[in-house]
């Protein structure tokens, strides 16, 4: 009896060290992984982050990443278009994500020894490519890939499209007029002019330029079917928003005489992330 005792003692102990051996190892073989220290320094790139799992990993965001929850807890680097490189390099990331639109940062990052990766999500299929990146860039190319399956269905503009439902999208105006001046409308160019294409509907604006600038009788010229005026100022009150909405009342379109005015104020509505597929939902919804 106390030959077993002492056997099973002398097993449990070597089952003891084999689990410390394992677990050192892993240890170290987690330190060896890429992309256990990320900064990233757009809102877009921080929610893709947190969708693919690497939101634990996630050490510095911008102060406008505040999707999801968890990234308004992250230490902050800066505004999106004002990134404090001291205090990103300050967090020793081992990866940053930098959007392909500010080469200028990445090159500043990259002059002082830091692995900057660089993503196209200026557009819906720009994003999609994007996840293919960071799958690369953080050894996840398995999970990536699942992602990126679920967005395949909205890929393919709506076979049912109603080319009579003429969309316009408002992404900035004169907010303190009471008239609707100096509005910027969505153009050619873009993911919102994808978002409408892939909804099934059509882009009131047929010319060349990505977001022109247009007065109140331009808007009066299109006649749109629909409006879409996306807010998305942190500092807007309930006031405010019905001071923006009046504004519309009297204006002589189709929009306006049927009803069809939408003033839109969550934050994805002009984020070229993973919640475009909410967008094309909305948009379709106002369709029927």
């Known amino acids: 009896m106390k030959k077993l005792s002492n056997i099973i003692v002398l097993l449990f102990i070597v089952f003891l060290a084999l689990s410390c051996t394992k677990n050192t190892k892993t240890e170290v073989e987690n330190k060896n992984l890429p992309c256990q220290r990320i900064v990233s320094t757009a809102p877009s790139i921080t929610e893709t982050l947190f969708d693919l799992g690497l939101g634990e990993n996630l050490v510095g965001v911008t102060e406008n990443c505040l999707y999801p929850e968890a990234a308004k807890a992250k230490p902050k680097i800066g505004k999106a278009f004002d990134i404090n490189v001291e205090a990103v390099a300050a967090l020793k990331p081992d990866t940053v994500f930098v959007l392909s639109a500010y080469g200028e940062l990445a090159g500043k990052l990259q002059s002082l020894g830091m692995k900057t990766v660089v993503v196209e999500q200026s557009t819906v299929r720009g994003f999609i490519d994007s996840i293919?990146?960071?799958?690369?860039?953080?050894a996840i190319e398995e999970n990536a890939a699942k992602f990126k399956e679920k967005f395949v269905p909205y890929l393919k503009e709506n076979t049912a499209r109603n080319s009579e439902k003429k969309v316009m999208i408002l992404v900035g105006r004169d907010y303190e007029s009471s008239?609707?001046?100096?509005?910027?409308?969505v153009g050619k160019d873009g993911f919102l002019n994808e978002i409408i294409m892939l909804s099934?509907?059509?882009?009131?604006?047929?010319?060349?330029?990505?977001?022109?600038?247009?007065?109140?009788?331009?808007?009066?010229?299109?006649?749109?079917?629909i409006v879409i005026d996306v807010i998305t100022a942190?500092?807007?009150?309930?006031?405010?928003?019905?001071?923006?909405?009046?504004s519309w009342s009297e204006i002589d379109?189709?929009?306006?005489?049927?009803?069809?005015?939408?003033?839109?104020?969550?934050?994805?509505?002009?984020?070229?992330?993973?919640?475009?597929?909410?967008?094309?939902?909305?948009?379709?919804?106002?369709?029927?």
Request: aromatic fraction near 10%; hydrophobic fraction near 40%.
């Open 200 to 225: 099934g509907a059509e882009n009131v604006y047929q010319g060349d330029m990505p977001y022109p600038k247009i007065q109140l009788e331009g808007i009066i010229a299109l006649n749109p079917d």
């Open 253 to 288: 379109i189709n929009a306006v005489k049927n009803g069809k005015v939408f003033v839109k104020t969550e934050d994805f509505w002009s984020l070229p992330g993973p919640r475009f597929v909410k967008i094309i939902e909305e948009i379709k919804n106002i369709l029927e």
């Open 179 to 185: 008239l609707v001046k100096d509005a910027y409308i």
């Open 234 to 246: 942190s500092n807007l009150t309930p006031e405010k928003l019905g001071f923006l909405k009046k």
């Open 132 to 138: 293919d990146v960071f799958g690369k860039s953080c």
